[in-house]
């Protein structure tokens, strides 16, 4: 899920209509607030409203969700969960993701504490005192290195983000720094693979020093070229490497939202990546709603999160890699509650290449959320961390 977005990106003030899935709305939010022709701008919380599929006569009153992918049609595949089980049955990583520091899309630079936020140490700590290890925090390139990627950081934003990202590993745990830009910089695909380099050189060499972070290429690369997509992730592994940043896995994501159920189909061409650590994790993203975008809290069945990540079981094991389901969640139902059961059963049976899993999401300013995982009182963290933490690596 995402809560941030590819087109909602008009830092000027464009008058364009925000895209497909894009940011429409939200305190301090400077982009258009309409949608293109299929879409309607729907509220999700005061941070954020986002263009999703449909006409305003339909509207539906989605009070929760941020975000969204589209994507699959719903499976009607009979389960096949036929992939042969193997390795140790122990997940490395099961963690959570933690929003805030990209929130405010469109506002750049944005002001702390207004337009965007970072998670809260408390909160992360209840986490990781319920036995999760991994968190992934997300943050905006824009704020970052502002104006263009090869400039230098921002002081602020990089202490803001250094200290959370300190706050996590100093309590054992990993921190995944997730440049939630969806391949894109001011709305704008990238495609200079060199100032790519260039960013990720400089990153890797802020945290060189420190083993317990991943570095994640990209938040959900999609409706891009697929060549650039790999391109993109080679050019981030060569200057994460190149910076000396040696010891730490990097998190490679594909196109189309990085999404489980159709990587065999879509992002093949991933396989040729090369890492001469060899610490490569394949990222991906799989919600159980309908269309797979993460915007429903029903699920389509308890089968259904085993159905649409079972080919990418078998690709990881066929091109021998490994992978993390960065992102997954579910509604507060039974059904669904069922159908993460039989997904985290599925990867933990297959943990031989699939290393852990990332609930969607944590972060102080989800409010109602319907996947919120802040403690105490989130609604995803109220019925799944039981659920979950038996998971728990
Ligand atoms: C981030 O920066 C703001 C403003 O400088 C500061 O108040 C806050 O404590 C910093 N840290 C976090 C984790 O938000
Ligand atoms: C691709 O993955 C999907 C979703 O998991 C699966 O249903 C399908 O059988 C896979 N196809 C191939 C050719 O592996
Ligand atoms: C993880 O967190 C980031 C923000 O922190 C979010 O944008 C991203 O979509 C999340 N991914 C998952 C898998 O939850």
């Known amino acids: 899920m995402k809560s941030s977005i590819l087109a909602g990106v008009f830092a000027t003030g464009a008058v364009a209509q925000s895209g497909p899935w894009g940011q429409c709305g939200g305190n301090g939010f400077q982009g258009s607030t309409s949608c293109v022709s299929g879409y309607q701008c729907v509220y999700q919380n005061d941070w954020y409203s986002q263009c999703l599929p449909g006409t305003a006569a339909a509207s539906t009153t989605l009070k929760t969700s941020t975000t969204a992918k589209p994507s699959a049609t719903s499976s009607s595949a009979p389960a096949t969960s036929s992939s042969p089980s193997s390795g140790n049955g122990k997940f490395k990583w099961f963690g959570v993701n933690q929003s805030g520091g990209e929130f405010g899309e469109g506002n750049y630079p944005g002001t702390w504490g207004k337009h965007f936020i970072f998670p809260s140490s408390s909160a992360i700590q209840t986490l990781i005192n319920d036995g999760y290890n991994i968190f992934r925090v997300g943050f905006s390139m824009e704020r970052l290195v502002p104006n263009q990627l090869t400039s230098s950081f921002d002081d602020g934003y990089l202490r803001n983000l250094t200290e959370t990202v300190n706050f996590i590993t100093n309590a054992g745990a990993y921190a995944v720094l997730d440049p939630h830009n969806y391949g894109r910089y001011y709305g704008n695909i990238i495609t200079d693979t060199n100032a790519f380099t260039s960013f990720w050189t ?88 309908a269309d797979s ?43 669904c509650q069922s159908a993460v059961t039989n997904l985290l059963e599925h990867l933990k049976a297959n943990s031989d290449v699939w290393t852990g899993a990332l609930w969607w999401a944590g972060g ?15 609604t995803g963290y109220v019925n799944y961390n039981s659920l979950l933490k038996k998971y728990v690596a």
């Open 293 to 335: 975008s993460g915007t429903n809290a029903a699920c389509v069945s308890a089968e259904i999160g085993v159905q649409r990540v079972v080919g990418a079981t078998s690709w990881l094991r066929a091109n021998g890699k490994v992978g993390v389901l960065g992102e997954f969640a579910g509604g507060a139902n039974s059904v």
């Open 202 to 289: 400089k990153v890797g060499k802020q945290f060189a020093a420190n083993s317990r972070v991943v570095f994640d290429t990209n938040n959900e690369y999609n409706t891009m070229d697929q060549t650039l997509v790999l391109n993109l992730n080679q050019a981030a592994i060569n200057g994460i490497r190149a910076a000396g940043a040696t010891s730490q896995y990097i998190f490679v994501e594909g196109n189309q939202w990085s999404g489980a159920w159709s990587w065999n189909t879509t992002n093949t061409n991933m396989a040729a990546l090369t890492d001469p650590q060899n610490k490569l994790v394949y990222e991906m993203h799989q919600y159980l709603d």
């Open 364 to 378: 102080p300013w989800w409010a109602d959320y319907m996947f919120s995982f802040e403690p105490p009182s989130g």
